[in-house]
């Protein structure tokens, strides 16, 4: 229920698979007003499974725009310190090359992000229509748009949803097997179950910790009056007025963020006023909307399932927007639950395959939301000198010592392919664990790991980008040649239990040597659910995978 990105992704990954579901979504249209605008090289490599990165790649800002961080004492004043993140044109090539090396990685560093998908830039409100076409393109989705659940109920053998139609009509009554919430942060699904949130709630900062409000808008001539090289995100950092600018066309339309101080609310803000306070300077300003939001939540959901009943996305738990992961977090949920629905739902895989989300997907929650609070804490907790505007030496030396420290802070939020590329179900009872520690889990630094549970690294095989190759659903890499006694006895275990499993042959001693054994069986959500000797005996192995033998 719920049709965010959580929502839509998860009807697509049912979709791919023919699974009759039936997505409930209480606004017929898509939202209007930007929100998250940061989807990570995880979120674009789902995407580029499902076959539609590019359409996504496409979306944003202009080609060859830098999707750059700029810190400055006001829009319009000194810049301070500048992160460089390739253009989406930058990007979309070096996928197209499947080099890990090539094109210009900016600031990221060309060997710190071996994915065919770097991250991307553009606004959720242009990412969802391209979801609700690709979901609403699968035969057995059906997409019910202005319908509002307005309550819930379960028992052994289903889940009852009472819906009542925006703006009116006779209500109606939708029975299922199984119901996701993907309701957002305050989500019917999740009060209904009676499971809270933990963490912290609305921490106070200077910025990033408290009432905030989101303005809209326009203007012809910012750019100009700004007078710097274009960026994503411009941050005014000084001791009178903060403020977040995103460039959300590259042309004429931004996007600020400001923190309102304690008492003051979101209707006393003149956003005119607060939007020429955070440039430094005039400018031509036409007003397309605002919306209020509080940061400071580092919120998880205590369980993310119970009985037929599952949480996805900001059901399950809800960011500071630092790092920009809520929405990324929200996305890897549903395809981790997407593929195990399906194979219970097919009869593919007993029900206790479903237990293992939780095990994999809230450490993942505990994980991300960490990360988002000590970048909000890093970056709101500055505080600016009162001169940090002043000419003369005293300025420019606080400048100086500014900038160093912002400069250190954005490469810690912005240079994470640990943390998007490193996501790992190290303890998962599906995953053929290895004994011994593995490496540190390290933000901004990612290793390629195989070990089981890891996500797949990414490798180009003769020109090809690996994942490209696997299957819909469970894949065999061989590096080695499968004589046809091996594939045999995976064929017989997997048509045995109604999975479907594809067989990949590669002979490349660089790909090997990366992975680190023979055989590797990947999963539908590519990550490794298991790596070995040719000639393992299939049954155990597989019968782990699909939550057998959880059942046993
Ligand atoms: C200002 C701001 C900036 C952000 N920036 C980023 C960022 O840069 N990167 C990032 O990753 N994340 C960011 N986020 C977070 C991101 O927007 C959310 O994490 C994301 O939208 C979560 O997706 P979702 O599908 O779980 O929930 P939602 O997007 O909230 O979708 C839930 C859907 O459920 C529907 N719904 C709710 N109740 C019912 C009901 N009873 N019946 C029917 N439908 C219902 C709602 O209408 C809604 O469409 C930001 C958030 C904010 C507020």
Redesign the pocket.
């Known amino acids: 229920?719920?049709?965010?990105?959580?929502?839509?992704m998860l009807a697509i990954e049912l979709g791919c698979r023919d699974i009759p579901c039936v997505l409930?979504?209480?606004?017929a249209d898509p939202?209007a007003f930007?929100?998250?605008?940061?989807?990570?090289s995880r979120t674009m490599e789902h995407y580029r499974r499902r076959g539609f990165s590019d359409e996504i790649r496409a979306l944003g800002l202009p080609l060859d725009y830098p999707q750059d961080v700029v810190y400055c004492t006001q829009l319009a004043g000194h810049e301070l310190a500048r992160f460089r993140i390739p253009s989406r044109g930058d990007a979309a090539r070096r996928s197209q090359a499947g080099d890990p090396a090539a094109g210009n990685a900016g600031d990221y560093g060309s060997e710190a992000w071996p994915t065919p998908e770097l991250p991307h830039r553009a606004q959720?409100m242009l990412i969802e229509p391209v979801l609700r076409t690709r979901a609403a393109a699968y035969s057995s989705v059906r997409l019910c748009l202005g319908?509002?659940?307005?309550a819930v109920e379960q028992d052994a053998d289903g889940v009852a949803v009472t819906?009542e139609p925006e703006g009116g009509g006779e209500p109606w009554r939708l029975d299922a097997r199984y119901l996701v919430g993907?309701?957002?942060?305050?989500?019917?699904v999740r009060k209904s179950m009676g499971i809270g949130y933990s963490g912290q709630g609305s921490e106070q900062r200077d910025f990033f910790g408290g009432q905030?409000l989101?303005i809209y808008f326009r203007s012809r001539q910012l750019y100009g009056v700004m007078g710097k090289e274009p960026a994503w995100q411009y941050w005014a950092v000084n001791a009178h007025q903060r403020g977040l600018l995103i460039a959300v066309d590259g042309v004429e339309t931004f996007l600020l963020?400001v923190q309102l101080a304690p008492g003051r609310q979101p209707a006393d803000i003149d956003p005119v006023a607060v939007a020429r306070a955070v440039v430094g300077s005039e400018f031509d300003f036409e007003l397309i909307d605002r919306?209020p939001?509080v940061a400071g939540y580092t919120l998880v959901a205590d369980k993310m399932a119970s009985g037929r009943m599952f949480l996805?996305?900001?059901?399950a738990h809800l960011?500071t927007?630092t790092g920009?992961?809520?929405?990324?977090?929200?996305i890897d949920d549903v395809v981790n639950l997407g593929w195990k629905l399906a194979a219970v739902v097919q009869g593919a895989a007993p029900p206790a395959l479903l237990e293992s989300y939780e095990r994999e997907r809230r450490p993942m929650a505990l994980r991300n939301t960490a990360f988002a609070r000590r970048m909000a804490d890093s970056i709101g907790n500055i505080r600016p000198d009162a001169d940090i505007d002043a000419a003369g030496a005293a300025g420019e030396r606080a400048r100086a010592e500014l900038g160093r420290r912002l400069a250190a802070h954005v490469a810690s939020e912005f240079n994470i392919p640990g943390l998007q590329l490193g996501v790992r179900y190290l303890d998962s009872p599906i995953v053929a664990i290895e004994p011994g520690p593995a490496p540190q889990d390290d933000p901004n630094r990612y290793v390629p790991l195989a070990l089981p549970g890891s996500r797949a690294p990414h490798a180009v095989v003769r020109g090809k980008v690996l994942f490209d190759l696997f299957g819909r659903d469970f894949t065999l890499l061989a590096f080695q040649g499968m004589n046809d006694v091996e594939r045999a006895s995976w064929r017989a275990v997997a048509d045995e239990y109604g999975m479907r499993l594809d067989f990949l042959e590669i002979d490349d001693q660089a790909a090997r040597v990366l992975y680190g054994a023979d055989r590797v069986l990947i999963r539908p959500d590519h990550h490794i659910a298991w790596r070995g000797k040719a000639g393992a005996d299939a049954r155990p192995l597989l019968a782990l995978a699909t939550g057998r033998a959880m059942a046993a």
């Open positions: 229920m719920g049709g965010g990105p959580a929502g839509l409930l979504e209480e606004d939202p930007p929100k998250a605008n940061a989807t990570s959720q319908q509002r659940a307005v819906v993907c309701d957002g942060p305050r989500s019917m905030m989101s963020a919306m939001w996805a996305g900001d059901a960011f927007p920009g992961m809520g929405y990324n977090t929200s």
